[in-house]
């Protein structure tokens, strides 16, 4: 009969008390909390609405669903055009610039066409500093 030890057990385990673990409010260093965040890509969404409104003089209420401060927002879009503006998000070619600013960049990008940004409006905000300030996480 093979007996074990209890004691390398107890080292493995009592060695884990000392490492540092971040709790669910830790964020790495620079990066914003997740209302900043919501907050930074909202802006980002404003200032495409008003480029959207300038060039055609009219924008979908998709586009700020969800922002503070614009609670009254509802989806327009019918489930037909929700469908095209993710297809064309999917299929969108993220700008190089876009893509430099990490993880969130593509992903922002690819959101504000399903919202129903024109991807010709996305690309002019691709090197903003909104998109940079959305992107930062």
């Known amino acids: ?5 209890v004691y390398p057990a ?8 000392g490492a540092q ?10 990066a ?11 802006r980002l969404l404003e200032e495409a609405q008003r480029r959207m409104v300038a060039a055609s003089g009219r924008a979908p209420g ?17 489930l037909k055009a929700q469908t095209a503006a993710l297809r064309r998000a999917n299929a969108a070619q993220v700008p190089a610039v876009v ?4 993880l969130q960049g593509p992903r922002i990008y690819r959101r504000m066409i399903t919202r129903g940004v024109p991807e010709g409006i996305a690309q002019q905000l691709a090197a903003s500093d909104l998109m940079a300030e959305a992107a930062r996480r």
């Open 1 to 5: 009969m093979v007996r074990y030890s």
């Open 10 to 17: 107890m080292i493995v385990l009592l060695a884990g008390c």
């Open 21 to 30: 673990v971040a709790g669910p409010g830790a964020a790495p260093p620079g």
């Open 32 to 42: 914003v909390s997740r209302v900043q965040a919501v907050a930074a890509e909202c």
């Open 62 to 78: 998709d586009i700020l669903t969800g922002c503070p401060g614009h609670e009254s927002a509802r989806d327009e879009m019918p």
């Open 99 to 102: 893509r430099g600013l990490g």
